[in-house]
């Protein structure tokens, strides 16, 4: 609705790494896998994710991925930025029009923007460990083709 299947990947990424954090280094071919994400395209985000210091990565044969900052220290937000820009982390029409606001409303303004706020605020204020917390809690990791008992040792 909001957001790019490029945000989405990197969220998915996230939120694996931050379950395995414990296993050390993740293959970017194991998320990918995990999720039926093409190699390469989630390769560009987690590129992206790197220069916004939000993962770390090393190369070689024992190479891979991990979380650069404690799960708590990251915001969606953090994520929204990196992958999909400035633009990505304001509130905006729900509808998708450019000249949405309280001076210039869409026929839906009024109705919408309470919610468009509150899907704001959250995003500014949600840490990929609490997505993970929920996650744990559920015992369920979306897009995983394995069972998530396996996932968690």
């Given at each position: ?27 970017v071919s194991e998320i990918a896998n ?7 395209f989630l390769s560009k985000i987690t ?66 923007k309470n919610v468009i706020m509150q ?35």
């Amino acid at each position: 609705m909001f957001y790019t299947k490029s945000a989405k990947y990197a969220i998915q990424t996230m939120i694996y790494l931050a379950v395995k954090e414990n296993q050390g280094l993740i293959m970017v071919s194991e998320i990918a896998n995990a999720y039926n994400i093409p190699q390469s395209f989630l390769s560009k985000i987690t590129r992206t994710l790197r220069k916004y210091n939000l993962i770390d990565s090393t190369r070689g044969r024992n190479g891979g991925i991990k979380l650069a900052k404690p799960k708590g220290l990251i915001f969606i937000n953090d994520i929204l930025l990196a992958i999909d820009g400035p633009e990505s982390i304001e509130p905006k029409c729900g509808f998708g029009y450019d000249s949405c606001s309280d001076k210039l409303p869409c026929p839906f303004h009024h109705r919408w923007k309470n919610v468009i706020m509150q899907i704001h605020d959250l995003m500014e204020t949600e840490t990929l460990g609490n997505l993970v917390d929920d996650v744990m809690e559920r015992n369920y990791l979306p897009g995983l083709k394995e069972n998530n008992s396996a996932l968690l040792n």
